[in-house]
């Protein structure tokens, strides 16, 4: 199979890293460049473990952009914006995927989610297509996996968002909180605005540069979409910022117009694909999926004050969730690049 050229600008973030991470471990017939989130020149990426290799992050620039089949936008806005340019000033244009969601509302911008989609991906030179936020894949597939055998008729979820979707910010700000408070030292609150360590937040400090809405609102952005397109319940969802590094959880209410036994629903998500956690096993949480690809349900029970309804704990490595819906993507536009 003859190897593609890839582009991943933000090489030296947390998620490009998880995407270095999966092309070698699928070796992938892939020939990854990197590229700096907003380093102008040549870098040395310091190695975070001893046994890791110092990786080579290049200077963004012309040449790089037009030599890809492939571009994947994981840095800076910066960083982004100067590669989306070059690419469109490139004699064969790239195909661009957006794992940001800074180009989502562009005209020309493309909502993506692999697992959810069957049809190839046309690789349009204008298009800019943008990965669906891994928190709304993860639970429209759960919806649509029930639907599909057992027509629900209401959703309601609580997300536990983690600290990483944030980047490396995100991580280091809950771990020098932790550490400060552990000292009885004033906690930085540069990322979030408030204490998140031993803390759960349904919104950030007025200091913070994001808004914990943001998010939600982009998850049911989301969910609208990918609900809409598949005739499936809009979830009801509400979005709390959870004291965790890595890994998303969520609790789902799933009211059926006639429920089967938690028994049906555990073999019928098995059937799909899902990771199903039984109660002879150790349940799903943030920590037990860390570095694994794809969804685990565990403790399913029935709601004994709704007789209809069920409950859902859906867990998933966010950054690996999204990394792979990134080499998904660029690997079915890579193809259709091929066969323009």
């Known amino acids: 199979m003859r190897k593609t050229d890839w582009l991943l600008v933000g090489g030296d973030t947390i998620l490009g890293r998880e995407i270095c991470d999966l092309v070698e ?35 963004l620039d012309r040449t790089l952009v037009e030599a890809a089949d492939v571009v994947l936008l994981a840095g800076a806005r910066e960083a982004n914006e100067r590669a989306v340019a070059l690419a469109r000033q490139a004699a064969a244009r790239p195909a661009l995927v957006d794992l940001t969601g800074q180009f989502e509302d562009l005209p020309e911008s493309r909502l993506r989610a692999p697992l959810l989609e069957s049809a190839e991906m046309a690789a349009e030179p204008e298009t800019i297509h943008t990965l ?17 055998k057992r027509r629900v008729v209401r959703v309601v979820a609580t997300v536990f968002e983690p600290v990483s979707q944030q980047g490396r910010a995100g991580i280091d700000e809950l771990h020098n909180q932790t550490l400060s408070l552990l000292n009885f030292r004033e906690v930085p609150q540069e990322v979030f605005g408030a204490q998140v360590s031993f ?17 939600a609102g982009r998850i049911e952005k989301h969910l609208a979409t990918l609900c809409g397109a598949r005739g499936i319940p809009l979830p009801s969802v509400r979005l709390i910022q959870a004291p965790v ?31 199903i956690r039984r109660a002879d096993a ?3 949480s943030n920590v037990s999926v860390g570095g694994q690809v794809g969804l685990a349900v565990s403790d399913i029970v029935e709601d004994h004050a709704a007789a209809q309804a069920a409950w859902f704990w859906l867990v998933f490595d966010n950054l690996r969730s999204h990394a792979e819906a990134a080499l998904l993507t660029a690997g079915l536009l890579a193809r259709g690049r091929e066969a323009r």
């Not at 020149?41 to 046994?51: G, N, Q, R, T």
């Not at 993860?138 to 639907?147: I, K, P, T």
């Not at 609790?251 to 089967?260: G, H, I, L, S, T």
């Not at 036994?261 to 073999?267: F, I, K, Q, T």
Request: charged fraction near 25%.
């Open 245 to 275: 590094f890595h890994g998303y959880c969520l609790n789902v209410w799933v009211e059926f117009e006639k429920r089967p036994p938690v028994r049906v629903l555990e073999e019928l998500l098995e059937e799909a694909g899902i990771e």
């Open 25 to 59: 471990e699928q070796k992938l017939p892939v020939r990854l460049t990197l590229a700096a989130s907003r380093a102008e020149e040549h870098v040395l990426a310091a190695p975070e473990e001893e046994d890791d290799d110092i990786t080579v992050m290049h200077a």
């Open 199 to 215: 803390n759960l937040l349904p919104r950030y400090g007025r200091g913070a540069p994001h808004a914990l809405s943001e998010a």
């Open 132 to 148: 669906a936020h891994p928190a709304a894949v993860a639970l429209a597939r759960l919806v649509a996996l029930l639907h599909a």
């Open 282 to 284: 150790e349940p799903a």
